[in-house]
């Protein structure tokens, strides 16, 4: 059971470093090219897959505190809750993984399937998207943001 645990443990933490950072980036985007955060801006910048990630790893930290409080006791449990809440930043600090420019890239990846789609139906949304995604290149450029 234990090394399920371990198992788990490393995989939400490595996905949790991935969700916040990725998170990050888009509100540095939404802030830079507003002035502010905007979830509906942020929503546009992040592909559904790493919303649907975020999700599995709220369930993940959930069945990790049960089943660490149920294998070493309350005390772990309560470091583990300590990390979710309060160390998931620092570990965004200090791991190299994923870089911005990967961030960067998912968003582009993003925008680009978004004009895609909308290029035959809707040819407002599609300039939109694509003056997001100019914006987009155009952070990237004078931050050196590079891969």
């Given amino acids: 059971m ?12 490595i ?3 991935f969700v916040f950072r990725f998170q990050r980036t888009t509100l540095s985007v939404s802030r830079v090219l507003l002035n502010q955060g ?15 990630l975020g999700r599995i790893n709220r369930g993940l930290w959930i069945a990790l505190t ?14 583990l809750l300590g990390y979710i809440f309060f160390g998931s930043a620092i570990t965004d600090i200090i791991t190299p993984v994923p870089s911005y420019a990967q961030c960067f890239t998912i ?16 040819h ?8 997001l995604l100019d914006n987009v290149e155009s952070i990237e450029r004078e931050h050196k943001i590079r891969g």
């Fill in 15 to 17: 996905s949790d470093t």
């Fill in 66 to 79: 049960m089943s660490i409080f149920v294998e070493f006791g309350w005390l772990w449990s309560v470091v």
């Fill in 38 to 52: 905007n979830a509906n801006l942020q929503m546009l910048l992040t592909p559904n897959w790493v919303g649907l």
């Fill in 2 to 13: 234990e090394a399920f645990i371990y198992f788990f443990l490393l995989l939400y933490i």
């Fill in 124 to 131: 407002e949304a599609m300039a939109a998207l694509q003056q």
């Fill in 107 to 122: 968003i582009k990846k993003t925008l680009h399937d978004g004009i895609k789609e909308q290029g035959a139906k809707n």
